[in-house]
């Protein structure tokens, strides 16, 4: 029989805080692949697993919460919908105002933000505000923004965003039949994080500060347990890990590239309640864990996503991952929106050949 995957409110609907009746705005996100990743195992000495989120519509999670939030926007007055970003929120933003026929505004620190993120909030058509200042400037704006002009806001201080997002923890379980014994992720504003730990809580009928709507204790549980919640941060970037905001975040993964994340309190509960840690890796090991996984795994990343297989092989070489434990690392966006920085530092000079089969041998010394 003819089956479309229908979005997450609507594959979800029992789980979500929106009625039968109420209207959806969907391009489909959610059902991404949960791929097995075995130069990770044979690294680790577990079962590591990568949840591919550049596989969203607009290439990266945000679509799971942009889903919720603008479908929500629908029950206010407001037209228009803005927010910050360091750039996926934006692309997701505007694809999704697209899709409701709102208009959307979009406040993003100048400068910082990867070409082809940029690319997609101004096909979407976007109002763009370049900010002199950093993501949390932007943040700023955006909320007092919201607060004083018929604007809605759908940042992931917006709650209906992390209902969406909660749905990557929901499709895992689905998929390997029970939570895993570690899920390892990277944390920018902390958002996520927040929202995997409360669709695993609400999954084995929990519920979390951050839950919403009807009560995950009134439906049967469907995992026996949940993860311990390994979050990752930038080097220059990890207020969570140094216990204080930072002033200028600094790191080439621009979507984490955050100095006071919004979800702050939330992260400390999800790592805290799940036994789990926060830790911070290197721009370094950020990009040699995209390399990695492009070259050994077959997945092509964006920087922001690679510091979870770097958190991950940083505690492999620290002793900290458990012999044959399951793992997933949630990799959030596409490596295709930022190619500048993949290619950086390589080789790109490609002399011409002859048009001749002979000649394009010679070249691959076949
Ligand atoms: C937004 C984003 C993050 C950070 O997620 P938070 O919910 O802000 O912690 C990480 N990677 C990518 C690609 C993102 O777009």
């Not at 609907?13 to 109420?22: I, S, T, V």
């Not at 489909?28 to 949840?51: D, F, H, I, N, Q």
């Not at 919201?146 to 992390?162: F, G, K």
């Amino acid at each position: 029989m003819a089956h479309q995957w229908q979005g997450v409110i609507r594959e979800y609907h029992e789980r979500l805080p929106f009625g039968a009746d109420d209207p959806v705005v969907t391009l489909g996100e959610g059902g991404t692949p949960l791929v097995p990743a075995p130069a990770l195992s044979s690294r680790t000495g577990a079962k590591v697993y990568v949840k591919v989120e550049g596989m969203n519509p607009t290439g990266s999670f945000k679509d799971r919460g942009m889903t919720s939030a603008i479908s929500q926007v629908l029950h206010s007055d407001a037209k228009i919908v803005a927010c910050a970003s360091t750039g996926n929120t934006s692309a997701s933003a505007a694809a999704y105002a697209v899709a409701a026929g709102l208009s959307s505004a979009v406040i993003l620190p100048a400068g910082k933000i990867a070409a082809g993120k940029l690319a997609q909030a101004i096909v979407h058509g976007a109002n763009l505000v370049a900010v002199d200042g950093n993501f949390d400037d932007c943040l700023r704006i955006a909320r007092e923004l919201t607060a004083n002009y018929p604007v809605a806001l759908v940042n992931s201080v917006n709650p209906y965003r992390l209902q969406g997002q909660k749905t990557a923890a929901f499709e895992v379980v689905d998929a390997l039949g029970d939570a895993p014994d570690i899920h390892v992720l990277p944390v920018g504003n902390a958002g996520n994080i927040s929202a995997y730990w409360m669709g695993y809580c609400e999954y084995a009928g929990r519920t979390t500060a951050a839950s919403m709507g009807r009560s995950a204790t009134e439906l049967a549980p469907v995992a026996s347990k949940v993860p311990q919640m390994w979050g990752v941060q930038a080097w220059g970037a990890a207020p969570l890990v140094l216990g204080h905001p930072v002033e200028k975040p600094e790191t080439v993964a621009t979507a984490i590239r955050i100095g006071n994340p919004a979800s702050w309190k939330l992260a400390e509960e999800a790592r805290d309640d799940s036994q789990g840690w926060i830790d911070r890796v290197t721009d370094e090991e950020i990009l040699a864990a995209q390399a990695l996984l492009a070259a050994q795994v077959g997945v092509f990343i964006e920087p922001g996503s690679a510091a979870s297989i770097a958190g991950l092989l940083k505690a492999a070489e620290a002793g900290k991952v458990p012999e044959g434990a399951t793992i997933v690392c949630t990799v959030t966006g596409n490596g295709l929106k930022d190619t500048a920085t993949a290619l950086s530092g390589r080789d790109l000079d490609i002399t011409p050949i002859e048009a001749t089969t002979e000649a394009a041998a010679r070249a691959l010394d076949l």
